[in-house]
């Protein structure tokens, strides 16, 4: 079975300040993990995905196998920032496995 | 293209009312994806299509759930006869099979309140 967890549903920073959220999984093969983002009033949408190894809008993941962990990261928080993150888990074409989510609000 | 459409954007219904929820892929895309969003859960995928055909069905909560694709650019979902708890945000998606790239594309989903 898959699963994907992220442990908080709330997370305040201020602007400038680092932020990470976590998103940890469970699966027994090889994964394919994403980060998607749903800005107030938008559509959910890709933010990265793990193969890339891409930086987007300064966001960074990396995969840790060992701690079978995905956290997002961001050295300097920006208030543009603050929408609903998911983390996502690919375990056979198309069928992604989303976590509960985690709001990010930026304050200045 | 418009992206993926879905209808109605919102509806509010009482319990034990039959509720229909329609989505419109984007042209050319072969996979289709019925998610259910709640604060407590996430984002479940409920079922998804690949041309056409349903390949995988387990999230679908019982049997009061239902879904169709009776062609490329249309899809259904119903819910017969609703419950309060089916109150949630319910998102089609679709994607392209070229290729494990894990985008999909959202629609702006249809928020449903049953009373």
């Known amino acids: 079975a898959q699963r994907v967890t992220q442990p908080e549903k709330l997370l305040s920073v201020f602007k400038g300040a680092p932020v990470e959220l976590k998103c940890n999984y469970s699966?027994?093969?090889?994964?394919?993990l994403f980060w998607y983002v749903q800005y107030s009033r938008q559509r959910l949408q890709l933010l990265l995905r793990?193969?890339s190894r891409e930086s987007i809008k300064g966001f960074t993941a990396d995969l840790n196998k060992g701690e079978t962990s995905f956290h997002l990261k961001k050295p300097f928080a920006q208030e543009e920032d603050s929408a609903m993150y998911y983390c996502?888990?690919?375990?056979?074409?198309?069928?992604?496995?989303f976590g509960q989510g985690t709001i990010l609000t930026v304050h200045p | 293209d418009a992206g993926v459409i879905q209808s109605p954007r919102h509806e509010v219904t009482e319990m034990g009312q039959e509720v229909t929820l329609r989505c419109k892929p984007i042209?050319?895309?072969?996979?289709l994806f019925w998610y259910r969003q709640t604060m407590m859960r996430g984002l479940e995928l409920l079922i998804y299509?690949?041309?056409?055909?349903?390949i995988d069905d387990s999230g679908m909560p019982e049997d009061r759930f239902s879904a169709k694709m009776p062609n490329a650019s249309f899809s259904t979902l119903k819910i017969q006869p609703s419950e309060p708890r089916d109150s949630a945000v319910y998102f089609c998606?679709?994607?392209w099979g070229t290729g494990f790239t894990g985008e999909l594309f959202f629609g702006e989903g249809s928020r449903l309140t049953v009373l």
């Open positions: 793990h193969i």
């Open positions: 299509f690949n041309n056409n055909v349903p």
């Open positions: 699966y027994s093969g090889s994964p394919e």
């Open positions: 996502a888990l690919g375990a056979s074409y198309g069928k992604l496995t």
């Open positions: 042209s050319g895309h072969d996979y």
């Open positions: 998606a679709s994607s």
